[in-house]
């Protein structure tokens, strides 16, 4: 299956330890060569035309370095030389659009891990990039930097820039990204808009009832039955993927038909996070 990212949004870029994730970034950036395959990067093929291409792409791989004892204004004015003229205009925008222009002529040894991170992103804007590669940009960051990272992030799509999220940070994909992909030893394995997603992904209904074991007990003999588990208060039922509306009304009508009381039925969305443990679990068994 072909690895495709839509223009101008944000996608996320997923698997378990080991699946070739940072591979496959480092192979499109022409820092790893690849063993087989073709790929593109804005309409370029690469490696033939990786100079074209990578004009306007801005990357960040496992975590941005620079210089310490420079400022981050320095640093940026060091990568600006090795590109056109026009970067080095690009320099206060950039830690404008940040949030760093305060800080500009502090010394990165001063920095924070979420300043650090911020610094790396102007970076790559200094291309002003079409198209940024970030993987893993929220390690070792706080609340508060996670949240200034995907507002940012959000922010630059918002300005029709296409932005590429490798992350393990599954909850703050699901909040930053359009879509996603799943990738397993170098193989793409789902891709597409999360909602789409998540809505093959299996259903869980939450009960609170009076009597939660003789409610077990009523729903033991159907067919829908094959997974509940008895919680304070209620059950949960592990329902499979396109489970309909009508079955959800087939509980709740078994249920008061057996003079259960009834006091919650709820369905539970699939998180990004289950989803994906349940795909990667069933590449597990193949």
């Known amino acids: ?37 073709t790929m593109s990067l804005l309409g370029y093929p690469v490696p033939k035309q990786r100079d074209l291409a990578l004009a306007r792409v801005g990357a960040i791989v496992d975590e941005p370095r620079f210089h310490a004892h420079l400022t981050g204004k320095e640093n940026l004015e060091v990568l600006a030389s090795a590109r056109e003229q026009a970067a080095r205009g690009r320099i206060a925008p950039s830690l404008e659009r940040v949030g760093l222009s305060h800080r500009a002529d ?47 992030i959000r922010g630059l799509v918002a300005e029709g820039r296409t932005v590429v999220l490798s992350s393990h940070l599954l909850d703050e994909v699901e909040r930053t990204c359009d879509a996603v992909a799943i990738v397993d030893r170098g193989t793409v394995i789902r891709q597409g808009p999360i909602s789409e997603l998540l809505a093959g992904a299996s259903m869980t209904l939450r009960i609170e009832c009076s009597e939660p074991e003789r409610a077990r007990g009523l729903l033991a003999g159907t067919t829908f039955a094959a997974d509940i588990d008895v919680v304070a208060g209620g059950l949960v039922l592990n329902l499979p993927a396109g489970t309909t509306r009508e079955l959800i009304a087939e509980v709740a009508r078994l249920l008061v038909e057996g003079a259960i009381s009834l006091y919650r039925l709820e369905e539970v969305q699939a998180s990004l996070e289950s989803w994906f443990l349940q795909v990667t679990s069933r590449l597990g068994d193949q």
Do not use: H
């Open 106 to 152: 502090d010394r990165v040894a001063k920095y924070s891990m979420g300043m650090r991170q911020r610094l790396g992103v102007a970076a790559c804007l200094i291309a002003d990039p079409q198209l940024l590669i970030l993987d893993e940009p929220m390690n070792g960051l706080d609340p508060a930097g996670m949240q200034d990272m995907r507002e940012m």
């Open 1 to 37: 299956m072909e690895l495709l990212v839509p223009r101008g949004c944000a996608f996320g870029y997923l698997g378990p330890n080991g699946a070739g994730k940072t591979t496959l970034i480092r192979v499109l950036l022409g820092l790893t060569r690849a063993d087989a395959g």
